[in-house]
C-alpha cells in the first residue's frame, strides 16, 4: 500500500489527538490524557515547540474503512541529551491504526525519526515501552534496540502533581 | 554553609564537564562518558541549545579541599513532552561533589528545576536513577517522586550506533 511520511502541521493536530487516544486505549489508560486537542495546537506549533510530529498518510482509496481517515499514523518526538552521550532523540508516541499495521508504516515513521536524529548529531534514540506490551517490545528488539532498563538497571522516576509543587517550594512531604 | 544556584554559562562547562566525570565515576562508568567540554559548549549554549545547566556555588572560602573549586555541583535538564500530560521537563543530571553533601545542595537544585519546569507549564519531572543506586533513590522518594518503572512497568529502551544507522536507513537488523 501507497502511504507518505512527513512532517506534521498546526492541521494535523486533531488527527494526532485522535490517535493519542487510540493508543491510550489501546494501552488500556484513556483515563490518563489529560491533554486536549489545543495544547498539541500550543505546545508542538508555537516559537519554541516543545515536540515535534511526524504523520503517515495514505492516499483516498485506502480510507481507513471505519470514519475514512487517511491520516492512519503519526510518531511525536523531541531533542533531548545524555551527559555521557551527547545529542539524542526521544520517540514519545509511535502509532499505527490497527487496520494498517503489518506494512511497514511504524517501521517507516521510526526510521524517520532515526534519520533526523543522525541529520541533527544525535547518538541515541530513545523511548519508553510499557513490559506487559510484548509485541511493541517484539518490533522494537526487532529493529536493533535494547532494554535499558533489563541492560543497565534504568528506572523512570517521576515528580507530579502537589509533589512537584512541594519540590519547587522547597517542601517536600512524603 | 552558604551556596547560590543559578543558571550556568559558558563559562562554567569546564565545571560541568569535571563534574560529569566525577559522577560517571561515581556510577563506575567513566568509560562511557563520550562527550568532551567542547561538545558541552556547542550543545548547551548555542542557537537552539539541546539542554540547559543551573550551578550551585559556594564562597570563597568553603573552595573544595582538594583543588579549590568553587561550582560544587550542578543539574542539567531539557523540557520534553509526554502526549497524555502535555509539557514536563526531564532532569538528565543531579550531582553535588562528595564534601558538599549533606547540606541541602541536591535538594535546591532539584527544587529550581522543579520550579523553572512549573514556570513554563510543566505538570512532571522525569529522570532516570540506577537500581543499584539506593542512596540516590531514597533520596528522589523522600523529595515524592516515584518509581514509574516499578509502578507501571515502564522500560527505558534504546537504539544507537550501527543499529540506528540501519534504521535510519529501513535496514534495521538483528
Known amino acids: 500500500m501507497d502511504y507518505t511520511i ?3 502541521t498546526l492541521e494535523d493536530c486533531k488527527d494526532i489527538y485522535r490517535m493519542i487516544m487510540e493508543l491510550a486505549k489501546h494501552e488500556k489508560v484513556s483515563d490518563q490524557v489529560k491533554i486536549a486537542q489545543r495544547d498539541l495546537v500550543q505546545d508542538g506549533f508555537s ?5 515535534q510530529s511526524i504523520i503517515a498518510e495514505v492516499p483516498e482509496q485506502h480510507r481507513s474503512s471505519k470514519d475514512g481517515h487517511s491520516k492512519v499514523g503519526f510518531a511525536l518526538y523531541f531533542f533531548a541529551y545524555s551527559s555521557w552521550k551527547g545529542r539524542s532523540v526521544y520517540m514519545e508516541d509511535l502509532y499505527v491504526m490497527p487496520e494498517y499495521r503489518g506494512k511497514g508504516i ?3 515513521l521510526m526510521s ?3 534519520q533526523l536524529g543522525l541529520a541533527a548529531g544525535c547518538n541515541q ?3 519508553a ?12 528488539l526487532s529493529q536493533g ?3 535499558v532498563t533489563t541492560g543497565l538497571g534504568y528506572h523512570c522516576m517521576r515528580c ?3 509533589a512537584l509543587e512541594d519540590l519547587a517550594r522547597g517542601d517536600p512531604k512524603n
Open 6 to 8: 512527513r512532517a506534521a
Open 47 to 51: 516559537k519554541n515547540p516543545f515536540f
Open 106 to 108: 511504524g517501521k517507516a
Open 112 to 114: 524517520k525519526i532515526a
Open 125 to 127: 534514540l530513545n523511548f
Open 129 to 140: 515501552v510499557l513490559n506487559w506490551n510484548k509485541e511493541s517490545m517484539d518490533f522494537y
Open 145 to 147: 534496540c535494547w532494554d
Open 160 to 162: 507530579e502533581g502537589p
